[in-house]
């Protein structure tokens, strides 16, 4: 499915980074930074233009070569792997920052990532997601259409015991993120640092 999205001329979901990070990127410590469920590159691109060094993991070779096409239309390189989130390894303690961008994967797939994601950041390192929550179901302005792959914010919380939560919402916002992410939009957003 991911491969013939990002085969499609345009960017599914645009060329300029999701807002939450735009937003909130100046809350990453120096040092590695990885982008899970990357698509076709605009938020590792936006990154390594601050000035990071990033890897933008994904399942679809497709979107990733598309990443690292708009990093070069940049003038920034990114690093890109092509990985299946379900048995993707995480090194313990890399990770300066890991950012989560709808990232829609199953329920219990989440839980095991996010426990790799809260074991693969440094002390000091932050944890940066904005996902659909549950109350998007049925609004017709992007996400999933089943509540299995919808982030609700107490979930999540539980999900990453051992770091700090600066930063826990669930909101209604207007997400205009190229064709597939149009319109007002009930978002969960979490900001937390490792200890």
């Known amino acids: 499915?991911?491969?013939?999205?990002?085969?499609?001329?345009?960017?599914?979901?645009?060329?300029?980074?999701?807002d939450f990070l735009a937003a909130r990127w100046t809350?990453?410590?120096?040092?590695?930074?990885?982008?899970?469920?990357?698509?076709?590159?605009?938020?590792?691109?936006?990154?390594?233009?601050?000035?990071?060094?990033?890897l933008g993991v994904d399942g679809s070779e497709v979107g990733l070569a598309r990443a690292r096409s708009l990093a070069e239309s940049r003038?920034?390189?990114?690093?890109?792997?092509?990985?299946?989130?379900?048995d993707f390894e995480i090194e313990p303690s890399h990770f300066a920052g890991i950012i989560s961008i709808?990232?829609?994967?199953?329920?219990?797939?989440?839980?095991?990532?996010?426990?790799?994601?809260?074991?693969?950041?440094?002390?000091?390192?932050?944890?940066?997601?904005?996902a659909y929550s549950p109350k998007q179901l049925?609004?017709?302005?992007?996400?999933p259409p089943d509540l299995e792959r919808l982030f609700d914010l107490d979930e999540v919380r539980g999900e990453l015991e051992g770091l700090m939560i600066e930063h826990g919402v669930e909101?209604?916002?207007?997400?205009?993120e190229g064709q597939f992410h149009t319109g007002?939009?009930?978002?969960?957003?979490?900001?937390?640092?490792?200890?």
């Open 138 to 143: 049925g609004m017709g302005t992007g996400g």
């Open 171 to 176: 909101t209604k916002r207007a997400v205009v």
């Open 75 to 86: 003038g920034v390189e990114i690093a890109t792997r092509v990985v299946d989130l379900a």
């Open 1 to 18: 499915m991911w491969n013939e999205r990002f085969r499609d001329a345009e960017h599914a979901y645009g060329t300029e980074p999701n």
């Open 27 to 54: 809350a990453l410590p120096k040092g590695p930074i990885l982008s899970l469920a990357e698509g076709q590159g605009r938020n590792a691109v936006f990154l390594a233009q601050q000035g990071h060094d990033v």
């Open 102 to 130: 709808f990232a829609h994967v199953p329920r219990d797939l989440r839980r095991s990532l996010h426990r790799r994601v809260v074991s693969g950041l440094r002390p000091g390192g932050v944890f940066l997601l904005e």
């Open 184 to 195: 007002d939009a009930w978002v969960t957003q979490i900001l937390a640092r490792r200890p």
